[in-house]
């Protein structure tokens, strides 16, 4: 069979189908975050603190939920999972949708995050890929989430004055049923050959006692946590502004557009100049001073849209490097249970940043929900000052052809030994072995003695 080096139609169809179920799904977590403080003021029981809770609920549940779910889905079949958690996210939709009370949509909101499918999707994009073509699959996942998040802050309002809360609620139960048939028609069934692959205890124990995984998980804790409370308070302000709920897609819109542009010749620096350090902790201080600024002068709407646009640049640069971070610095075998990690800590900041937020609104001021992000984000620049240059490794898949495991050894380490090569993981089942390596200083002439191709 000739080998294709692009990707096949199958794989296009299987990726733009699961990044659609993906960002139709975010989409409905996120609509909300715009509006909900608005909306919230007029239903019974309802509390600054009760609000960041409505709105980060989800997070808690999701955090919970994620390592599990990918887990059984080892067990039991990627797409089975999959439909599982559309469903609970439907039924959380449809509670929320028929609520009227503050406790009624938190638990909507809660069975909303139960559909925990986020690692499950990452797992099935990776079987339905080449290993060639893995890393753009995934790109593309993860662009399709933020389009997801950027096209929320601008739909929320919109659909808000159009259709109220309740109709974004159903709207999201109709797009979660969307999602199935998207599954059940255009994403193909897969077989699963190996056995459970799921995290084991000593790859968690390697990823919880690595101090450089530790800090991106701590800043990726923060990151949502301050976006999460930042939406608890921010409407508000601009109500205080004057500016009516109707008109504040016009803050939303130019300041995500214009903050994506900002955003893109930072990104392009840090990996082709290799300055990745010097951009990521000064987008940590451009986070820091924007939050910290917003809580002084929260009441100026000039100085509203540019903090804003400053926490956006921010958090674009930080959302595009963090995981680009995670993959450069966790090693080989465990970077499955390094990104479950992250992603954990990822929903569990969300849940932190609506309960502290709402906590902080209810018992204190709008403006000490922007000093506690201004804190936490000024501990995670000096948690990132500390950290090492990131190595700028890629990623080299060689193929070995069928060896014993004790060949598989020696094998190790002997491509182990070559300039260049950093890490080494072979997997005999699947007769390649998967390498780090720096092609600066890569001696591809030894290397490709070891292959079975050669």
Same mark, same amino acid.
């Given at each position: ?5 692009? #990707? %096949? ?14 960002? #139709? ?8 975050? *715009? ?6 003021? @007029? ?41 599982? &958690? ?5 039924? &959380? ?8 009370? #503050? ?16 690692? %499950? ?5 990776? @079987? ?14 993860? #662009? ?27 709207? %999201? ?15 193909? @069934? ?5 056995? =459970? ?37 921010? *409407? ?33 620096? !840090? ?95 709008? =403006? ?9 984000? %000024? ?36 491509? !182990? ?20 390596? @720096? ?16």
């Amino acid at each position: 069979m000739s080998y294709n080096p692009n #990707m %096949t139609s199958t794989e296009k169809r299987a990726i733009v189908a699961l990044s659609s179920i993906m960002s #139709m799904r975010m989409l409905g977590l996120f609509m909300i975050f *715009p509006v909900f403080a608005l909306y919230a003021q @007029d239903l019974a029981g309802s509390t600054p603190i009760m609000v960041g809770l409505a709105i980060g609920i989800y997070g808690l549940t999701q955090a919970s939920l994620q390592i599990p779910f990918g887990m059984l889905s080892d067990r039991f079949g990627r797409k089975r999972i999959i439909y599982i &958690g559309l469903l609970l996210f439907c039924a &959380g939709s449809i509670v929320a949708a028929m609520s009227t009370t #503050m406790t009624g949509i938190i638990l909507g909101r809660a069975l909303q995050g139960c559909g925990a499918i986020a690692s %499950t999707v990452l797992a099935l994009t990776a @079987d339905l890929s080449r290993e060639e073509h893995r890393t753009k699959a995934m790109a593309i996942l993860g #662009m399709s989430i933020g389009a997801s998040f950027l096209v929320s802050l601008l739909a929320g309002p919109l659909f808000y004055h159009w259709i109220g809360m309740s109709g974004i609620f159903w709207f %999201t139960a109709i797009a979660a049923l969307s999602g199935i048939v998207i599954l059940h028609k255009m994403v193909p @069934d897969t077989v699963r050959l190996k056995g =459970n692959s799921g995290p084991i205890p000593e790859q968690f124990k390697r990823v919880l006692h690595d101090g450089q995984l530790l800090r991106l998980n701590f800043g990726i804790l923060v990151l949502h946590l301050s976006l999460t409370s930042l939406f608890v308070v921010f *409407p508000l302000s601009l109500i205080d502004s004057d500016l009516a709920a109707a008109q504040h897609w016009q803050v939303y819109a130019p300041v995500l557009f214009i903050s994506v542009i900002v955003m893109i010749p930072f990104v392009i620096i !840090a990996e082709k100049y290799r300055r990745f350090k010097l951009i990521f902790v000064s987008a940590i201080g451009l986070l820091a001073v924007s939050q910290f600024t917003m809580g002084f002068l929260h009441q100026s709407l000039t100085a509203l849209i540019i903090t804003l646009f400053l926490f956006f640049t921010a958090m674009n640069l930080l959302e595009s490097t963090l995981p680009s971070l995670i993959s450069k610095i966790a090693p080989i075998e465990s970077k499955g249970t390094a990104m479950g990690v992250y992603s954990s800590s990822q929903f569990f900041g969300a849940f932190l940043g609506g309960i502290l937020g709402g906590w902080l609104h209810q018992h204190y001021s709008i =403006n000490a929900v922007f000093i506690l992000g201004g804190i936490l984000s %000024t501990m995670w620049f000096i948690f990132a000052f500390s950290m090492k240059s990131p190595p700028y490794l890629s990623s080299h898949i060689l193929k070995i052809g069928q060896i014993t495991p004790e060949q598989a050894l020696t094998l190790s380490q002997s491509l !182990a030994n070559i300039e260049g090569v950093a890490e080494v993981l072979v997997i005999t089942e699947e007769k390649v072995a998967y390498l780090k390596v @720096d092609r600066k200083k890569l001696d591809t002439t030894a290397l490709d003695q070891y292959s079975a191709t050669a």
